[in-house]
């Protein structure tokens, strides 16, 4: 079963708005990373937020954490046609030696008009 | 420009053939994943390696599926015989582990889309 769910499943905003995207997990965490997948291709990570950490911004995208309820936020400020994506929220394990052993969650398809 | 690199793009064969896809994790990358993903499961691991070494690969269905590392630039995700249930598309993801300032950050390919008749 998936460690997170996103929520929700698919949003539709208009260009220059702001896209909240949920995710909720299940298990004590070491950090939360969402990723981008446009169609077709790869997941490209975007943001890592640590499990002591409640709040981190890089760019457009703010990340909220809140460990008590087991779940994190991605907002994007002011979309963009080129934001048009599906979302995921991956959290896992730190594995011996370094990186994570990571269970994505759902995902979010955000489509963002013109 | 680092990038994993995933070989076929695109796969489509007959139920019971054999089908290879290959990666190439970038280069000083210790942790090489295989996912499969499908609109009904989502995202599942299917095995992972540290240094060459296969440390799970629980997500896989043993009798059909095998996943090796030959060496540090080369990771192989086979299929023996191919049923229809494994159309998905194959991502490989490679990471820098390690401790320090190693975030657990992911690198994926592009995917290998496999479709079985």
């Known amino acids: 079963s998936q460690q997170g769910e996103e929520d929700p499943q698919a949003l539709s905003i208009q260009e220059g708005e702001n896209a909240t995207m949920n995710c909720s997990y299940k298990t004590s965490i070491n950090n939360l990373q969402w990723y981008r997948q446009n169609s077709g291709r790869g997941l490209v990570h975007l943001i890592l937020i640590r499990s002591n950490e409640r709040e981190k911004h890089s760019g457009r995208l703010r990340v909220t954490l809140d460990t008590s309820k087991k779940s994190s936020s991605l907002l994007i400020t002011a979309s963009r046609a080129a934001d048009t994506a599906s979302y995921f929220c991956?959290?896992?394990?730190?594995?011996?030696?370094?990186?994570?052993?990571?269970?994505f969650g759902t995902g979010t398809q955000l489509k963002v008009e013109l | 420009d680092a990038r994993v690199t995933q070989t076929p793009r695109d796969k489509v064969t007959e139920m019971g053939q054999e089908v290879t896809m290959r990666c190439q994790p970038i280069l000083g990358h210790n942790t090489v994943f295989w996912y499969r993903q499908t609109m009904k499961q989502g995202l599942e691991l299917l095995a992972y390696?540290?240094?060459?070494?296969?440390?799970?690969d629980s997500g896989m269905p043993k009798d059909r599926f095998s996943a090796e590392m030959p060496d540090a630039t080369l990771a192989t995700l086979k299929i023996q015989p191919s049923e229809p249930r494994d159309s998905a598309v194959y991502f490989c993801a490679s990471g820098p582990g390690g401790g320090g300032s190693n975030t657990g950050e992911l690198f994926f390919g592009e995917g290998s889309r496999l479709t079985v008749l």
């Open positions: 390696f540290r240094n060459r070494a296969p440390l799970d």
């Open positions: 991956a959290t896992g394990p730190i594995l011996t030696g370094g990186g994570n052993k990571l269970t």
